[in-house]
């Protein structure tokens, strides 16, 4: 089991180092984008627009570097899973309401499962730190 634990993570952080550095780093092209997705509904097209020309899309990108490097790395994976909850739960979101193209969304939901699998593994400690006992009021 460790083994998979161990490919699915790598592979994840390939994943989410690849779409960093290609919000980062490399040209946006409009044409090329709707060519690759040309099946999403025209509403994801625009919305992805107004992120790029916003620059939201650099702040996205860095952390999708950012959790793909952190699973790398043995005492920091916990912590790049635990970082990409929110953000694929995002993608998955704008996917399902603004895209929805199937694939996108079968996409985000398999790479979700797979770090919710990785958290699995350290469900014990992460029950005791998220639901410790607390003494006071409330």
């Not at 952080?13 to 040209?27: H, M, R, T």
């Not at 107004?50 to 790395?73: D, E, H, I, T």
Request: hydrophobic share 60%; net charge positive; proline share 3%.
């Amino acid at each position: 089991m460790n083994i998979v634990a161990y490919v699915i993570r790598f592979l994840v952080a390939f994943i989410f180092i690849y779409a960093g550095i290609e919000k980062l780093f490399l040209p946006y092209n409009p044409s090329v984008f709707r060519a690759d997705a040309s099946e999403a509904h025209e509403s994801f097209f625009t919305f992805y627009e107004l992120l790029q020309g916003a620059g939201y899309l650099y702040f996205v990108g860095f952390f999708q570097l950012l959790c793909g490097l952190l699973l790398v790395f043995k005492r920091t994976w916990l912590l790049g899973s635990i970082m990409l909850v929110p953000l694929l739960l995002c993608l998955l979101m704008t996917h399902l309401f603004f895209s929805k193209y199937v694939l996108f969304i079968a996409f985000d939901a398999l790479l979700f499962l797979m770090v919710l699998f990785l958290l699995s593994r350290k469900r014990k400690p992460l029950k005791n730190i998220l639901f410790a006992e607390e003494s006071g009021i409330f």
